[in-house]
């Protein structure tokens, strides 16, 4: 299971920290993601990170903003959202993939949390 929390109403240029955290089967997951969605458009990859930690994936649309960090011991994986845009809002979904391949594709992430709100105010 996983479960997001961190999302909120922050205005244009603020800051937000998602959080993951897994539960279960956690020793299968070697790599974990965040995506993200708006009404009417496909789910958007934003960011993704390995079990150790030494390689990181962003959209470009993110880049130099947005920072993932991930703490094993808490089975835990973050989102850290510097100078928030409004086209940055959007729901943010965690994910976690068990392939041990680097990047996973969309399509091999296994598990999924139900979602959190991001809005960004202009």
């Known amino acids: 299971q996983l479960a997001e929390s961190g999302g909120g109403l922050v205005q244009a240029g603020g800051s937000l920290r998602l959080s993951c955290a897994a539960s279960?089967?956690?020793?299968?997951?070697?790599?974990m993601g965040w995506f993200r969605q708006t009404p009417g458009k496909d789910r958007e990859f934003v960011s993704s990170?390995?079990?150790?930690?030494?390689?990181?994936q962003y959209a470009d649309s993110v880049r130099g903003r947005f920072t993932i960090s991930r703490d094993n011991a808490e089975n835990t994986v973050y989102l850290q959202m510097d100078g928030l845009k409004p086209e940055d809002t959007a729901v943010y979904y965690c994910?976690?993939?068990?392939?041990?391949?680097?990047?996973?594709?969309?399509?091999?992430?296994?598990?999924w949390g139900q979602g959190t709100q991001v809005t960004v105010s202009s």
């Open positions: 279960g089967r956690t020793y299968s997951i070697n790599a």
């Open positions: 994910a976690a993939s068990a392939v041990l391949t680097w990047p996973p594709m969309t399509d091999e992430y296994d598990y």
């Open positions: 990170i390995i079990y150790s930690g030494d390689k990181t």
